[in-house]
């Protein structure tokens, strides 16, 4: 019986059947092609080097990353991904490999090369001689052994040049209109081509930290963009009357040499503007309140759910019927974040049903300094019924000297490849603060990880108290020293099962030692990091991971005892702010309809997308965005944490093998073993509210910790409710000065 191929193999060949059928199919091609204003698709070999868009052949091998390694990739897989290369510009390859344009024809064609002029006669130097035979390869000498293949690209799906120095977005991008992902965030832009509205099947673009003035015109029309970051532009104002068209040549795209197939619109009554638009980020603009009346835009923006104005100029009242964000024109807006508009009093008029607004740091400019609510740190989130009363908490706990600093450095720690066959590989990343200034002394570490359930949230939701530690002076006997902090991501749930996101915290921890004081040097930073001195935090499901983490079992536990993960014995202290800690307890199990905290209930059909076991694995999911309902979902049903164990295989093989349990992996569970077997933990400070009604209740975890062995520190916050330290306004000074001590001693 012959081997049955895979479904790999399947598409491969069905796509060459498809190349190589017909000359129709060909001629069609070539028509798409002319029709965007490119040249047909080199099939030859050019001197010393092999076809363009060819493949070649032997061994694979693993490439440094670089513009041609990734444009070979693309050509194979539809993504390409350049960010992070320190580029001025997208490279013509881009453009002449992937599209087949010349690059004689280019909008910026590349500088031609200087001819030689170290080369005359036979008076060439020795050391001009031993260059060229330097610079030459086998090829150059020999020749190719044999000519490779050339193949067409695959169409073009996702397209990555973030953190680079491009300040020029060339015409020809346009042309890639397969297009659903671009991100080209932290580079110098400061307008796109008009050719950027083709992108007609884009669905995800981030802009974020660049030089944007105004809301590209060239981005209204695009009729699946579903997720826009223009955050930390220095954009002023708004325009919606002028939307950029998008060309003939972009409505009629796909008709034989890529695979989109768009009709061209027959009508010519005015297109909607941003019609299925769900998240759109402006923060850290130069927004008034004037400049947001754009917003009221004919039929409204009817898909919005998260909409992100913090820091900007916004002031006094914000009349939100006046500028669009009313229930009738945003009827689905879930979360409106107005935070650190410190001149925003208050917002007037009708938002959604159960819209949270944010608004820590508003109204802070007549707030008296130095005052304090009584639970020194309420939620600052409150839904549109209540918005006034936030605005006034949050305006007498705010002061306009505290910041809210943004990353330095964001970096990779590990990359997984595609988990199916129409994803991309997943780059798990972190954020990286450091102190404004150079400092002589290595830094002590303190790493935050976010909370959600293990099931949602992001490196972003770092709170604004962290975020200012590596500003802050501790005293110490040589002087003022400072600290780093990583806010990282990590797989979520069920995607991907519990002892899965627990190696990425241990690959997170090998990084740091091994691999991040070297990549510090190699951006030219001034600061090194104490490897030995590490101290783990987080909040909610991160304390969790920061308690786990750093609870270094003993070598008598036996695998099966501390259910397949054992910590990390190189941890400092520990500092878990409300965390999850018994996975066996009660309120876990209990099913909660509606969840008091909650607006409404979650229905099925909201969360099944996020459930899904055979979608490809997460690294983050936006605040507010549409996985934010899975952690309620959760409670309401009672399912947690069996989302953590749905796909967590047996550990071991044959009798040595077990299948990981909540209870071997609970913090208290562990604080036992710990207890038993004599061992002795590293110092913790544990912090949490009497209000807090999202997690389980604290009296048995404190017990535990009180009956193992190692210091220990109890804050509880009374009256405070879960998140509470989110609060830009709180500072958390008995433990910064608790983590000053542990890791300067």
Not at 333 to 348: H, K
């Amino acid at each position: 019986m012959p081997p049955r191929t895979s479904i790999r193999e399947q598409i491969a060949a069905k796509r060459a059947e498809v190349r190589n059928s017909t000359p129709d199919k060909r001629a069609a091609a070539e028509t798409s092609r002319a029709a965007l204003g490119v040249s047909p698709s080199p099939r030859y070999q050019g001197r010393g080097g092999p076809a363009v868009g060819a493949v070649g052949t032997g061994d694979e091998v693993v490439e440094d990353k670089t513009v041609e390694s990734q444009i070979r990739k693309a050509v194979r897989s539809g993504k390409l991904d350049i960010s992070s290369l320190k580029l001025d510009r997208i490279p013509p390859e881009v453009y002449t490999t992937l599209l087949g344009v010349p690059p004689e024809e280019l909008s910026r064609p590349p500088p031609r090369v200087a001819p030689r002029t170290d080369i005359q006669g036979t008076n060439r130097t020795f050391s001009a001689t031993l260059r060229i035979a330097e610079e030459s390869t086998k090829e150059d000498v020999f020749g190719q052994k044999k000519a490779a293949a050339w193949v067409e690209p695959e169409e073009l799906t996702a397209f990555r040049a973030g953190e680079n120095e491009v300040d020029e977005i060339e015409v020809e991008l346009g042309g890639f209109g397969g297009l659903k992902t671009v991100d080209l965030h932290r580079n110098r832009i400061p307008r796109l081509p008009r050719s950027f509205a083709d992108l007609l099947r884009l669905t995800t673009l981030d802009l974020s930290n660049n030089a944007l003035t105004t809301f590209p015109p060239e981005l209204l029309l695009l009729p699946k963009l579903e997720v826009l970051d223009l955050s930390a532009n220095v954009i002023g104002s708004l325009d919606f009357s002028s939307p950029v068209e998008p060309s003939e040549e972009g409505m009629s795209y796909g008709a034989g040499f890529l695979t989109t197939s768009f009709s061209r619109w027959g009508r010519r009554e005015p297109l909607p503007l941003l019609p299925v638009l769900r998240s759109l980020n402006l923060g850290f603009n130069k927004l008034t309140n004037a400049a947001l009346e754009a917003l009221r835009i004919e039929g409204g923006l009817k898909s919005m759910r998260v909409l992100n104005l913090e820091h900007n100029a916004l002031e006094g009242e914000l009349d939100a019927e006046s500028i669009g964000l009313g229930q009738d024109r945003m009827p689905e807006l879930a979360v409106l974040n107005l935070s650190e508009n410190v001149y925003l009093r208050e917002v007037v008029g009708e938002l959604a049903h159960g819209a949270k607004v944010e608004m820590a740091g508003c109204n802070v400019r007549d707030a008296p300094r130095g005052q304090t609510s009584a639970s020194n740190g309420a939620s600052a989130t409150s839904n549109h019924a209540n918005t006034k009363a936030a605005t006034a908490a949050a305006a007498a706990v705010a002061r306009p000297d505290l910041p809210v600093p943004k990353p330095d450095i964001t970096m990779v720690y590990r990359t997984y490849p595609a988990a199916t066959f129409d994803s991309e590989p997943l780059d798990v990343d972190f954020d990286l603060y450091l102190p404004p200034n150079p400092t002589t002394k290595p830094l002590p570490l303190i790493i935050w990880f976010h909370g959600g359930g293990l099931l949602q949230g992001n490196k972003e939701n770092l709170p604004p108290h962290f975020r200012r530690l590596p500003s802050h002076a501790f005293p110490t006997a040589d002087g003022e020293r400072h600290v780093a902090v990583i806010s990282p991501n990590y797989r979520l749930a069920p995607q991907v099962p519990i002892l899965d996101i627990l190696a990425d915290m241990s690959a997170l921890l090998d990084f740091v030692r091994t691999k991040l004081n070297d990549r510090l040097a190699k951006e030219g930073q001034e600061h090194t990091v104490d490897t030995e001195r590490i101290c783990l935090s987080g909040g909610s499901a991160g304390g969790y991971l920061a308690l786990i983490g750093g609870l270094a079992m003993p070598p008598k536990a036996t695998d099966e005892q501390v259910g397949g993960y054992r910590g990390d014995a190189g941890i400092k202290c520990i500092a878990p702010f409300y965390p999850i800690t018994d996975l066996t307890d009660a309120f876990w199990a209990t099913e909660t309809i509606p969840v008091p905290w909650a607006n409404r209930v979650i229905p099925h059909d909201e969360a099944r997308p996020h459930i899904d076991l055979k979608a490809a694995p997460i690294k983050t999911a936006v605040s507010g965005g549409p996985r934010s309902v899975l952690y309620t979902y959760m409670l309401q049903h009672g399912l947690f944490p069996g989302l953590l164990f749905l796909k967590q295989r047996s550990v071991g093989s044959g009798l040595d093998g077990f299948r990981p349990s909540p209870e071997a992996l609970s913090i208290t569970t562990r604080l036992d073993l710990l207890n038993k077997l004599g061992a002795q933990r590293p110092p913790v400070y544990l912090v949490y509210g009497t209000a807090d009604r999202a997690v389980q209740p604290f009296e048995k975890t404190v017990e535990c910790l009180r009956e193992s062995t190692g210091e220990l520190e109890v804050e509880v916050r009374e009256g405070a409710d879960h998140a509470f330290d989110e609060e830009a306004s709180e500072e958390c000074e008995a433990f910064r000065a608790w983590v000053g001590d542990k890791l300067f001693a």
